[in-house]
């Protein structure tokens, strides 16, 4: 099984439409989880880290399901402007060791007019 | 502006050439990384520096020497280029270990003919 596994896409969404997607990890351990923005050639940006408790930032929501082992991102009112390659990263390593996160290979997001 | 610099942005080398890249960070962060991005294949981890003084291969080392120079400045050296390492090379940064998201360099896109 992969470490931190997510569906490349491409998922084309109409502007304004609501979407979604998971990403599932192997480490039932690790603590750490993000999703970064990546636009084409441009780096890794941090978009919001993922919280136990599932946490919101705008018209983004991120959500922790444990038991599954996946994380979620949900995007609300989708903008032209997010269109971009959405990675999921978690700590695979739970060993406190600073070899640190795992990326997801991404899942590409088009928003149509 | 605070963050990881990258130099330089585009390299094209020649089968059998060396080079550095550099890359510098100006948050205090304790951790550095060096990741390759290619089609298809996500980020993979070449070569970490959990902290000054301390370096760790990563899942694709082969072809790669690192140095931590300084808490600051954490370089990767190609000693004899092939076309396999052509890709996007990006540094990052964190404070320390998986704890808290990364901070990514702009990257350098390099091609060896």
């Known amino acids: 099984r992969k470490e931190v596994e997510q569906d490349p896409g491409p998922f084309n969404v109409p502007e304004g439409a609501t979407v979604a997607f998971n990403c599932t990890y192997s480490?039932?351990?690790?603590?750490?989880f993000f999703w970064y923005r990546q636009d084409c050639r441009k780096e890794p940006k941090l978009l919001m880290s993922?919280?136990?408790s599932g946490n919101e930032d705008g018209r983004f929501t991120a959500q922790l399901n444990r038991a599954s082992q996946y994380i979620s991102l949900l995007i609300r009112d989708s903008k032209l402007s997010d269109s971009a390659t959405y990675l999921c990263?978690?700590?695979?390593?739970?060993?406190?060791?600073?070899?640190?996160?795992?990326f997801g290979k991404g899942t590409h997001l088009i928003i149509q007019p | 502006n605070a963050g990881v610099t990258q130099t330089p942005k585009f390299q094209v080398l020649k089968t059998g050439q060396s080079m550095t890249l550099q890359c510098a960070q100006d948050m205090n962060h304790n951790s550095m990384y060096w990741y390759r991005q290619d089609p298809g294949m996500g980020l993979r981890l070449i070569y970490y520096?959990?902290?000054?003084?301390?370096?760790d291969k990563g899942e694709v080392p082969n072809g790669y020497n690192v140095s931590r120079l300084n808490k600051r400045e954490f370089s990767l050296r190609l000693e004899s280029a092939a076309p396999s390492q052509t890709s996007v090379y990006f540094c990052?940064?964190?404070?320390?270990?998986?704890?808290?998201?990364?901070?990514f360099g702009s990257g350098t896109r390099l091609t060896v003919v």
């Open positions: 520096s959990a902290s000054e003084g301390t370096t």
């Open positions: 990263v978690v700590n695979v390593n739970s060993g406190g060791g600073a070899d640190g996160l795992t």
């Open positions: 480490n039932s351990a690790s603590q750490s």
């Open positions: 993922v919280y136990s």
């Open positions: 990052a940064s964190t404070p320390t270990g998986w704890v808290y998201g990364y901070t």
